[in-house]
């Protein structure tokens, strides 16, 4: 879809574990790299320091945690969004 001129995605949510092949993380860095003022979020289980500096070093926005998706979902997808911040 990403590669499709005008395919008006606003925002991609990935989850962090992926088909055999590409991480999560991994598919992120693609989407940043070539569409940089997309804002990715990635879903993870496993929240650590570790991933959430892996993450920000690769451009995405927020990581939400699995635990909290129906939570913190929704506004971080509108933050995103916006603008605003991620984490």
Known sequence: VLER???????VV???TMPPGM?????CRVIVRLHPGLPVLIC????TDELRVQSASAGVH????KEDLLETLVPAVAAA????GGS
């Open 5 to 11: 001129p005008g395919h008006g995605v606003q925002v």
């Open 14 to 16: 990935s989850d962090m």
């Open 23 to 27: 991480s999560g993380l991994e598919l």
């Open 44 to 47: 993870s289980g496993h929240r």
């Open 62 to 65: 927020t990581v939400v945690a």
């Open 81 to 84: 969004l916006a603008g605003g």
